[in-house]
């Protein structure tokens, strides 16, 4: 029994959890923008400020290039979600200076509710490529290739990802002595 391996599934189950995790941070957004975050429940929003589509000052660009954690608790305003577009936005102050963030959902990395101890890591979404528009031209046909092998698929891990979620679990507390 030990030298079983585990079969490669061929549906993608990382993908579909992946995706229903993300569908939890948005829920939680939506609540928060409709009814505001209720009682000590804050949100850390980690999220890659890069990434095409993300909408924050040249100074916090500046201050932080590659990732930026955000904390919606008490003080921000106009939350809002924007399912079509995949983003939302929040009005947050940084320094005393206001401020309105564009986010697309594909960018957050992370998304903790240390309250009640929920913690979510996402994988990096890769942004779509976009093509430049090339001139229109002549087609050039190029023979297919026979005998090459198909490329090696380098954006997927060798091995299933898993991931603990024990240190988010509630623990008793020790017993007094």
Do not use: C
């Amino acid at each position: 029994m030990a030298d079983e391996k585990a079969a490669e599934s061929l549906l993608p189950y990382d993908d579909w959890t992946e995706a229903a995790l993300r569908q939890v941070m948005v829920r939680a957004l939506a609540f928060a923008a409709t009814n505001g975050v209720p009682g000590e429940h804050h949100f850390y929003i980690t999220f890659r400020t890069t990434y095409p589509g993300v909408q924050i000052p040249p100074r916090l660009l500046a201050q932080y290039p590659d990732e930026m954690t955000i904390v919606l608790q008490h003080q921000f305003w106009d939350l809002a979600i924007d399912d079509a577009a995949r983003q939302f936005r929040v009005g947050l102050s940084f320094g005393g200076i206001p401020a309105a963030l564009v986010i697309p959902l594909d960018a957050v990395v992370q998304f903790a509710d240390p309250h009640v101890r929920l913690g979510l890591r996402f994988r990096p979404v890769e942004p779509p490529e976009t093509v430049p528009a090339a001139a229109p031209g002549p087609l050039t046909l190029v023979p297919e290739a026979q005998d090459e092998p198909p490329p090696a698929d380098e954006g997927k891990p060798e091995t299933p990802q898993v991931v603990s979620l024990d240190a988010f679990r509630r623990r008793p507390p020790p017993p007094k002595t």
